[in-house]
């Protein structure tokens, strides 16, 4: 039972990119799913979360504005649309799962799987 993050990549400032979490070995429809990034030697940090069956979306006052995450259940898929991306939006992107979104409390997610690299140059 993982989630796999992947739609990373090299892109300029300004760009945008759309993150997936896909989950095999379970449906996503029931949980509520979390984007975290970890950048080069700082803390992981909570980015963005969905719930389950609202649908509610919480965001990092860093992405406000400028990172969307919807859900597809049809596709058992979680996508991060990130938009206007900066050089400090560098980092390896992961997403979770949860049974709530508690964006500070990391520990509560599970499901973690190997991130996607996201790179954005000046």
């Known amino acids: 039972v993982q989630l796999q993050a992947s739609g990373g990549g090299l892109v300029q400032a300004g760009g945008s990119l759309r993150l997936s979490c896909a989950a095999s070995?379970?449906?996503?429809?029931?949980?509520?799913i979390g984007w975290f990034r970890q950048a080069p030697g700082k803390e992981r940090e909570g980015v963005s979360c969905?719930?389950?069956?609202?649908?509610?979306?919480y965001y990092a006052d860093s992405v406000k504005g400028r990172f969307t995450i919807s859900r597809d259940n049809a596709r058992n898929t979680v996508y991060l649309q990130m938009n206007s991306l900066k050089p400090e939006d560098t980092a390896v992107y992961y997403c979770?799962?949860?049974?709530?979104?508690?964006?500070?409390?990391?520990?509560?997610?599970?499901?973690w799987g190997q991130g996607t690299q996201v790179t954005v140059s000046s």
């Open positions: 969905i719930s389950s069956s609202s649908g509610v979306t």
């Open positions: 070995g379970f449906t996503l429809d029931y949980y509520a």
């Open positions: 979770a799962d949860a049974f709530g979104c508690s964006l500070g409390n990391q520990a509560d997610f599970g499901s």
